[in-house]
């Protein structure tokens, strides 16, 4: 009984400490940003509005306070493999802030996140299975070297992906926030239908769910603060952490359907990896209406905000009221999965 | 109901993903004898591998079509505003 009351308090830890750290430390940091002169334009806006930016820092050290936690309340080695991915990612993020990485470079830096994360696997062998579980199909024999390769190649893949849907005010945060509660399911599930609960697996996925919650209400439109690369690819790097730890690669594969369909759309229009800010034409434009209209232009790249605004054009707030739809339904999928998976 | 299109194109996503991850392991995995030679062992390696890109390229082509018919009804309905 002791016992389920601490496991319990944890939980809560786990989500309220980086969630009353975040929100605690954000006016300050925001203050600090703007007080050195770091702050971006929001384009979207017109005319423009200076927002601080990057909150990534932050965001990490919000994860980073709740992963610790995680750790040695349950003396637990899944936080840290996770950290290990996601600094990595937040510093290669946060020199793309400063000094603007290639279109190549970055991903194949990424591939180091991956690197950080797996080499923990060495250490301590439970930290991932080396298989993939599929609904009504049943699960993959394992391979370790294959999904240890289909793992680290993982992380820019999914990294990249969070990076593409930071466009709009709330946009990655909602998106973070769905999604990390769609893998947050999964575990769950995961956990009490495969036997030997975890409870430390299903306590690391809180801080990210708590860093998107408390950004959420600064990212939100009108935004008050913008992540930068720092905190898109931080994001994306525990998401993919988690989906690998909490043996939930397909739902979490799932619920990324809208930020898989985004990368495809632009790397098949443009053709290749690049930069976003070198795009020889944008695929939107304020019209004079104020409205955000898709770009008519033959050259335009596909993005999925421009196949959104195709249909009508939008606020900046509808459209990411939209996106999130398209996101919820895709979470939805996710959350069906996992059932299908672990539950039937 | 603007969206409906892009649910639709979600769904099919979803749904390749799910219906080849059902092929994969139904025909792919399966496929061929225990090979005794390495000739044998590259050969059905590579076959495998062959069909994985086969399907990963049919997921490209039916998402690509989709996307451009939605796109070229969309471009050629709608109005140029003036930016």
Not at chain 2, 67 to 74: D, I, Q
């Given at each position: 009984m002791f016992s389920w009351i601490l496991q319990g308090g944890l939980l809560l830890l786990a989500f309220f400490v980086p969630l009353v750290l975040l929100l605690a430390a954000f006016p300050p940091f925001l203050r600090y940003l703007a007080r050195i002169g770091h702050v971006s334009d929001d384009a979207h806006k017109s005319p423009p509005t200076k927002v601080p930016e990057p909150a990534g820092p932050l965001l990490f050290i919000a994860i980073l306070a709740g992963e610790l936690t995680v750790a040695a309340g349950y003396g637990s080695y899944v936080p840290l493999a996770l950290v290990a991915g996601a600094g990595i990612a937040f510093a290669i993020g946060l020199a793309d802030d400063l000094y603007v990485l290639g279109g190549k470079t970055k991903p194949l830096l990424l591939l180091l996140a991956g690197v950080g994360f797996v080499s923990f696997v060495f250490v301590?062998?439970?930290?991932?299975?080396?298989d993939l579980s599929f609904p009504l199909l049943g699960d993959t024999s394992p391979h370790f070297i294959i999904f240890t390769v289909l793992a680290i190649v993982a992380f820019p893949v999914v990294t990249n992906a969070f990076n593409m849907m930071d466009a709009f005010n709330g946009e990655i945060s909602w998106f973070t926030l769905l999604t990390s509660l769609a893998l947050l399911a999964g575990v769950v599930l995961h956990e009490v239908y495969r036997g030997g609960f975890s409870m430390s697996r299903v306590a690391s996925v809180l801080p990210l769910v708590a860093v998107a919650t408390g950004f959420l209400v600064y990212n939100r439109y009108p935004a008050r603060a913008f992540d930068g690369d720092s905190g898109s690819l931080m994001f994306g790097a525990m998401f993919a952490g988690i989906a690998i730890t909490g043996g939930v690669e397909v739902a979490a594969m799932i619920a990324m359907v809208p930020a898989i369909l985004n990368s495809f759309y632009t790397l098949s229009s443009v053709r290749g990896f690049v930069e976003r800010r070198k795009m020889?034409?944008?695929?939107t434009f304020i019209g004079s209406d104020g409205l955000l209209h898709a770009s008519?232009?033959?050259?335009?790249p596909n993005t999925l905000v421009r196949l959104v605004l195709l249909a009508s054009p939008l606020t900046e707030k509808d459209l990411v009221k939209s996106i999130v739809k398209l996101v919820a339904v895709a979470c939805a999928f996710s959350v069906g999965i996992s059932v299908l998976t672990w539950v039937l | 109901m603007k969206l409906l299109p892009l649910y639709l194109i979600e769904s099919v996503a979803f749904l390749l993903i799910i219906a080849e991850t059902y092929v994969f392991f139904i025909f792919?995995?399966?496929?061929?004898?225990?090979?005794?030679?390495l000739t044998e062992y590259t050969s059905l390696a590579l076959l495998k591998v062959f069909l994985i890109l086969v399907l990963g390229a049919v997921w490209f082509f039916v998402l690509d079509e989709l996307t451009g018919l939605y796109v070229r009804s969309k471009v050629g309905s709608s109005p140029r505003p003036s930016s």
């Amino acid at each position: 009984m002791f016992s389920w009351i601490l496991q319990g308090g944890l939980l809560l830890l786990a989500f309220f400490v980086p969630l009353v750290l975040l929100l605690a430390a954000f006016p300050p940091f925001l203050r600090y940003l703007a007080r050195i002169g770091h702050v971006s334009d929001d384009a979207h806006k017109s005319p423009p509005t200076k927002v601080p930016e990057p909150a990534g820092p932050l965001l990490f050290i919000a994860i980073l306070a709740g992963e610790l936690t995680v750790a040695a309340g349950y003396g637990s080695y899944v936080p840290l493999a996770l950290v290990a991915g996601a600094g990595i990612a937040f510093a290669i993020g946060l020199a793309d802030d400063l000094y603007v990485l290639g279109g190549k470079t970055k991903p194949l830096l990424l591939l180091l996140a991956g690197v950080g994360f797996v080499s923990f696997v060495f250490v301590r062998p439970e930290i991932y299975t080396s298989d993939l579980s599929f609904p009504l199909l049943g699960d993959t024999s394992p391979h370790f070297i294959i999904f240890t390769v289909l793992a680290i190649v993982a992380f820019p893949v999914v990294t990249n992906a969070f990076n593409m849907m930071d466009a709009f005010n709330g946009e990655i945060s909602w998106f973070t926030l769905l999604t990390s509660l769609a893998l947050l399911a999964g575990v769950v599930l995961h956990e009490v239908y495969r036997g030997g609960f975890s409870m430390s697996r299903v306590a690391s996925v809180l801080p990210l769910v708590a860093v998107a919650t408390g950004f959420l209400v600064y990212n939100r439109y009108p935004a008050r603060a913008f992540d930068g690369d720092s905190g898109s690819l931080m994001f994306g790097a525990m998401f993919a952490g988690i989906a690998i730890t909490g043996g939930v690669e397909v739902a979490a594969m799932i619920a990324m359907v809208p930020a898989i369909l985004n990368s495809f759309y632009t790397l098949s229009s443009v053709r290749g990896f690049v930069e976003r800010r070198k795009m020889s034409s944008r695929p939107t434009f304020i019209g004079s209406d104020g409205l955000l209209h898709a770009s008519v232009e033959k050259d335009a790249p596909n993005t999925l905000v421009r196949l959104v605004l195709l249909a009508s054009p939008l606020t900046e707030k509808d459209l990411v009221k939209s996106i999130v739809k398209l996101v919820a339904v895709a979470c939805a999928f996710s959350v069906g999965i996992s059932v299908l998976t672990w539950v039937l | 109901m603007k969206l409906l299109p892009l649910y639709l194109i979600e769904s099919v996503a979803f749904l390749l993903i799910i219906a080849e991850t059902y092929v994969f392991f139904i025909f792919v995995v399966p496929l061929g004898s225990i090979p005794h030679t390495l000739t044998e062992y590259t050969s059905l390696a590579l076959l495998k591998v062959f069909l994985i890109l086969v399907l990963g390229a049919v997921w490209f082509f039916v998402l690509d079509e989709l996307t451009g018919l939605y796109v070229r009804s969309k471009v050629g309905s709608s109005p140029r505003p003036s930016s």
